[in-house]
């Protein structure tokens, strides 16, 4: 009766223990104990089948307490467990449901189809350099990976273009998993136990029967809604648009994960006004909060182009409160460290996207350990002193470039040639794998700080002398060049931890 729901049917797409490819069933993923991993070509769309099956987990089979969530980490969750988890949600999770198809709408009106390249960041807007896509990437898509796309889409990627609507979290949001080699067990530890539900969604309990958008279709035209009235498997699974899948057309090889399968390859679209006030608090996302014109403002966070993932890292694991502004560390994150995982190291991946308005232009995954003596809430703030020193190293380079861009006003005239954002970047690329060692291995009381702040003082020289290298020999550059490298050193001087 439900064989083609993704709760039934096998979907998954993993690497077995004898490195075949093959699709397997979410049971088959929760209920036995194998060495699976997720594959798919690209490392994005990796990132958000783990998390559309923690989804999917949450929403069936939420732990009661911390007790009950290390119980279904530590064993495979039982047959009748997981048939009882899933009874009532099938039709939910069906692409092809008569009625109320997975995170799409019946009778959408649109003057033509859309391909599904749409669906892929960074497939059909220029940027394939980025991305490294092979050829013809959604030419055809079989079911498991076009649900996959319509969910990253729905959830990760910016809109497609004027006047269709941003995820729950804004266009581009940072998401964050709990990484445990063993995927099953990883799942688990990125779902959150009912306790933990209640302390970050205020309402959850009153909002329990709550059903996805897609299926009770209960959203007016130029409605308003409140985001804390929105439950946890109507967020988790919210669909912003009106989308369609066009019925599959074909059998066929899967341009994606080449899966012999029926085939989609083009969806429609409609465009529907509504506005949702304040954000919905995400299970896997940091919240940033700022006080504007005497209003709070509340906003998930993004990635900046330039800057690397760490230059913003104790954003998403500190909280932090002021009368101006405010951060809250992801409630996966707060679970793991404070419950789990304590006292061990953490590890955990950062994912998202960089767009230019509704362009994708980038997109970044990077995996962080903290050391058993920063996973320790009582040291967690050593963190900031981590990210906080790079961070200063990396202004006073800027500091004494821009001196020799600018000069001195009424004394010295400056070059005009701008070094800073070159040296940034020869500054990030260099000094990245130095933050991740230290935030991997520290340990309270020993030199690690030190080590790292000479490290960086011997980088940012090395990038001074390296980039300001072909002006030394120009009389007119030579004043202000000794000027900048003076304050340089003395900045370096300053920071530097234990003389």
């Given at each position: ?11 998954i ?5 004898q ?22 070509p690209?490392?994005d769309?990796?990132?958000?089948c ?8 949450q ?6 307490n ?14 009748e467990?997981f ?34 390249d749409?669906?892929l ?11 490294v896509?092979p050829?013809?990437l959604?030419?055809g ?7 996959i ?9 910016a809109?497609v ?14 998401t ?7 995927i099953r067990?990883m799942l688990?530890a990125n779902?959150?136990h ?10 959850y ?8 958008n ?15 009235e929105?439950?946890?498997a ?7 648009n009106l989308?369609?899948?066009?019925p ?5 090889c899967?341009?994606?994960?080449a899966?012999?399968d029926?085939?989609?390859t ?15 608090r ?16 509340e906003?998930f ?8 993932c ?9 909280k932090?409160?002021?009368d101006?502004a ?17 006292a ?7 994912g ?10 980038d997109?970044k ?7 058993e003596?920063?996973?320790c ?14 961070l ?40 990245e ?7 991997s291995?520290?340990?309270?009381g ?5 080590e790292?702040?000479?490290s960086?003082?011997?980088?940012v020289?090395?990038?001074f002398?390296?980039i300001?290298?072909?002006?030394k020999?120009?009389?007119?550059m ?7 490298r003076?304050?340089?050193?003395k900045s ?8």
């Open positions: 009766m439900h064989k083609n729901s993704l709760l039934i049917k096998p979907w797409p993993v690497i077995d223990e490195q075949q490819f093959k699709q397997i069933t979410l049971k088959a993923l929760l209920c036995t104990e194998h060495g699976y991993q997720i594959s798919l690209r490392d769309m990796v990132f958000a783990i998390q559309f099956i923690v989804a999917i987990v929403v069936c089979f939420t732990p009661k911390k007790d009950d969530l290390k119980a279904k980490i530590k064993n495979v969750l039982a047959i467990e048939d009882q988890g899933i009874k009532g949600k099938e039709n939910w999770f069906d692409l092809d449901h008569h009625e109320t198809p997975f995170m799409q709408f019946r009778c959408v009106k649109a003057k033509e189809p859309t391909a599904l749409k669906l960041p960074g497939v059909n807007d220029g940027t394939n350099k980025t991305f896509n050829n013809d959604a030419t898509l079989c079911s498991s990976c076009v649900a796309a319509i969910f990253n889409f729905a959830n990760n990627s809109g273009g004027g006047g269709f609507k941003n995820s729950l979290r804004s266009s581009i949001p940072i964050m998993l709990i990484k445990i080699p063993n067990k688990w779902v959150l009912e306790e933990s539900l209640v302390k970050s969604m205020p309402k309990k009153n909002t329990l029967n709550q059903k996805p897609y299926i009770d279709n209960f959203i007016k035209p130029k409605e308003k809604l409140y985001a804390d929105i439950g946890l109507r967020g988790l699974l919210w669909q912003p989308f369609e899948l066009l599959a057309s074909k059998i066929g899967c341009s994606m994960c899966t012999k029926k085939l989609y083009a969806f429609y679209k409609e465009k529907f006004n509504y506005t949702i006030e304040n954000i919905w995400h299970p896997l996302s940091p919240v940033f909060s700022e006080i504007k014109k005497g209003k709070l403002e906003k966070p993004s990635f900046n182009k330039y800057n690397p760490w230059s913003q890292l104790s954003k998403f694991v500190l932090k409160e002021s101006k405010g951060q809250i560390p992801a409630p996966v994150f707060v679970q793991a460290s404070e419950e789990l995982l304590k061990h190291k953490i590890q955990f991946i950062i998202g996207y960089v767009n230019n308005q509704a362009t994708i232009t997109r995954h990077e995996t962080f350990t903290l050391s003596s920063l996973a809430k009582d040291n967690i703030q050593l963190i900031d002193d981590i990210i906080d020193l790079g200063k190293f990396k202004d006073a380079l800027r500091k004494s470039l821009f001196l020799f861009y600018k000069g001195i006003k009424d004394k010295i005239a400056g070059t005009g040639i701008d070094l800073c954002n070159k040296a940034e970047k020869l500054y990030y690329q260099q000094t794998q130095k933050i991740h060692n230290t935030l291995n520290i340990t309270v020993d030199n690690s700080l030190k790292l702040s000479n960086l003082a011997s980088i020289k090395k990038i002398n390296q300001t290298e072909p002006y020999e120009e009389p007119k030579l004043k202000l060049l000794a000027i900048s003076r304050i340089l050193n370096i001087s300053e920071l530097k931890i234990g003389g």
